[in-house]
């Protein structure tokens, strides 16, 4: 077991997405922060009202390439809502990296399938795969266009990188006025349709326990190897 080494941050921005999500990037007090890679995950650490510490789990959304550490965060319970006590300037504790949701050096295309907030550690990996040059796609899906975080960098990137293609789903009842995307949950009749052969790609899940189970299951039932898909289900 890795001893804990939390570190001061320092909050430099604190970017509203949406009304439950927010992305938080950070600095380090003194040096450089420290080195990682697309996928890894760090600690962030705050004192509550009675001065206890309270720490919880949050994936790197920024790519290593980036001067700062953000986080693309919601709005949940007792971390979360101390989270969103914090303005611009404050401190918190940090330490990291952690986790195994890394991208495997031997892919040759890959599949970003994202849930909500779960687009946070696709968001660094993606960036990282269309550097590397290798086909990547994207497939997000949350309820309202608000909760499709980094929708429209996503399209940016797309439309800049051929590498890159982007396919957003909305689930929720009612659509917006002109929406082009698609509607429902993102499943394995989805990927067919868009991605023709499910050969020759790895794919990378991050969502719900419920959505990951679901989709990796269904690609183990297309013949997708299990070494083949990686998930993070904490959405
Ligand atoms: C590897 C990893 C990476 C992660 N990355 C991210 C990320 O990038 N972004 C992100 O937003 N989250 C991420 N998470 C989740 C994050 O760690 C926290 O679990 C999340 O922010 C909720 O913390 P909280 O203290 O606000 O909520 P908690 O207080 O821990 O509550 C969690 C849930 O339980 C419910 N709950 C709490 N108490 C009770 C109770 N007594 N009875 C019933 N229900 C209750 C709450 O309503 C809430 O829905 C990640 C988790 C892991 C493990």
């Known amino acids: ?8 941050f320092v909050v430099k921005e604190i970017a509203h997405e949406s009304e439950g999500i927010r992305t938080f990037v950070l600095a380090k007090e003194n040096g450089a922060i420290p080195a990682y890679v697309s996928g890894h995950f760090f600690l962030l650490r705050l004192a509550d009202e009675n001065g206890k510490p309270v720490q919880r789990s949050y994936s790197a959304a920024s790519h290593p390439s980036e001067p700062r550490l953000s986080f693309c965060i919601k709005l949940k319970g007792i971390f979360t809502n101390l989270l969103w006590k914090l303005k611009e300037g404050d401190s918190i504790e940090v330490d990291g990296p952690y986790g195994v949701f890394l991208l495997r050096a031997e892919d040759t295309e ?13 968001r660094s990996q993606i960036l990282q795969t269309i550097k590397e040059g290798k ?20 399209e940016k990137l797309a ?29 394995v009749a989805v990927l067919k349709e868009k991605l023709g052969s499910l050969s020759e790609k790895t794919f990378y899940l991050c969502g719900s326990k419920e959505m990951a ?6 690609l183990i039932g297309e013949g997708v190897p299990k070494d083949r898909i990686k998930k993070d289900d904490w959405v």
């Not at 086909?135 to 996503?154: I, N, Q, V, W």
């Not at 189970?213 to 269904?218: D, G, M, P, Q, Y």
Request: aromatic share 10%.
């Open 135 to 154: 086909p990547c796609f994207l497939f997000h899906s949350a309820k309202t266009l608000e909760g499709l975080t980094y929708h429209s960098e996503m």
């Open 110 to 122: 890959r599949v970003f399938i994202g849930g909500g907030v779960g687009i946070s550690a696709l």
């Open 1 to 8: 077991m890795q001893l804990m080494k939390f570190e001061k």
């Open 213 to 218: 189970a679901e989709i990796s299951n269904a």
């Open 159 to 187: 439309a800049a990188h051929s590498n890159f293609k982007a396919h957003f789903s909305l689930t929720g009842e009612t659509l917006p006025d002109g929406w082009k995307g698609m509607k429902g949950r993102v499943n």
